[in-house]
C-alpha cells in the first residue's frame, strides 16, 4: 500500500528558516507534492518534484530523494502568513494516476 | 474564471437521510475527484473521474456515489447517510489524472447527526 509521513507540527520564529519532511512509501511512486492549506480554506499546490534535487520557487523550495523515499519543503524569511497546515502528497500510477496525501504539518510562526 | 465552485457551503443531515454535493470547474479539465478531510488527517480520495463519461473508486468509496455529469460537472451523492461521514468534503479538478497540480474547491462542511 502507500503511506506519508510527515511531523504533526512544526513551530518557528518569522524571518526564520523551517524545513517540513517527508518520508513516503509507494509502488508506483510518480512524483512528490506540496499543498498549502489555511485554517478554514481549501488546499493550493505549491510545488512538485519528479526528480532528485531542489525546486524553487520564491521563499518557498521541495527537495527530492528517490532513492530515501523522502523530500522536504523549506520556507524561507517566514512571515505570519505562513502559519497553515502543509501536506505533501505522491502521485501514484498503481492502478491509474492517483494523489495520496500525508495527514499534514501544522505550522505555527511565531513573532 | 471562478475556479472550482461546490454548493452547498454547509449541509446539517440526520442519519438516514439523502444528500447530493455538487461541483463544478470552469477550467476545461478533464479530471475531477471529491476527497473527505477529517480533522488531523489529510485528504483522502473518494471517488474520482479521470475524463467525461468515467468513474472510479478512491480509497474510502463506501457509502457514496458519483456521477460526471457531464466535462464540467461532478457530483457525490451519500444514498443514507451515517455519522461516520461527518467531514469536510473537497472536489478538485486537474488538466488530466498524470497532472501534479489539483485545484480544490471551497469545500462544503457536512454534519451528520
Known amino acids: 500500500g502507500q503511506s506519508l509521513e510527515q511531523p504533526s507540527e512544526v513551530t518557528a520564529v518569522e524571518g526564520a528558516i523551517v524545513q517540513i519532511n517527508c518520508t513516503y512509501q509507494?509502488?508506483?511512486?510518480?512524483?512528490l507534492s506540496w499543498y498549502q492549506q489555511h485554517d478554514g480554506g481549501a488546499p493550493t499546490f505549491l510545488s512538485y518534484?519528479?526528480?532528485?534535487g531542489l525546486e524553487e520557487t520564491g521563499r518557498f523550495s521541495s527537495f527530492l530523494s528517490r532513492s530515501d523515499s523522502y523530500g522536504y519543503l523549506l520556507l524561507q524569511e517566514l512571515q505570519m502568513k505562513d502559519s497553515a497546515s502543509y501536506f505533501c502528497?505522491?502521485?501514484?500510477?498503481?492502478?491509474?494516476?492517483?494523489?495520496?496525501f500525508g495527514a499534514g504539518t501544522r505550522l505555527f510562526v511565531k513573532a | 474564471n471562478a475556479g472550482v465552485t461546490q454548493t452547498p457551503k454547509f449541509q446539517v443531515l440526520k442519519t438516514g437521510q439523502s444528500m447530493t454535493l455538487q461541483c463544478a470547474q470552469d477550467?476545461?479539465?478533464?479530471?475531477m475527484y471529491w476527497y473527505r478531510q477529517d480533522p488531523g488527517m489529510g485528504l483522502r480520495l473518494i471517488y474520482y473521474?479521470?475524463?467525461?463519461?468515467?468513474?472510479d473508486k478512491g480509497e474510502v468509496p463506501n457509502g457514496y456515489n458519483v456521477s460526471r455529469l457531464n466535462k464540467r460537472e461532478f457530483s457525490l451523492r451519500l444514498e443514507s447517510a451515517a455519522p461516520s461521514q461527518t467531514s469536510v468534503y473537497f472536489c478538485?479538478?486537474?488538466?488530466?489524472?498524470?497532472?501534479?497540480?489539483?485545484?480544490f474547491g471551497p469545500g462544503t462542511r457536512l454534519t451528520v447527526t
Open positions: 473521474s479521470a475524463s467525461e463519461g468515467t468513474t
Open positions: 478538485a479538478s486537474s488538466e488530466r489524472t498524470g497532472s501534479y497540480e489539483q485545484y
Open positions: 502528497a505522491v502521485r501514484d500510477n498503481t492502478g491509474g494516476f492517483k494523489t495520496i
Open positions: 518534484n519528479a526528480l532528485d
Open positions: 509507494t509502488s508506483g511512486f510518480y512524483g
Open positions: 477550467m476545461n479539465h478533464n479530471s
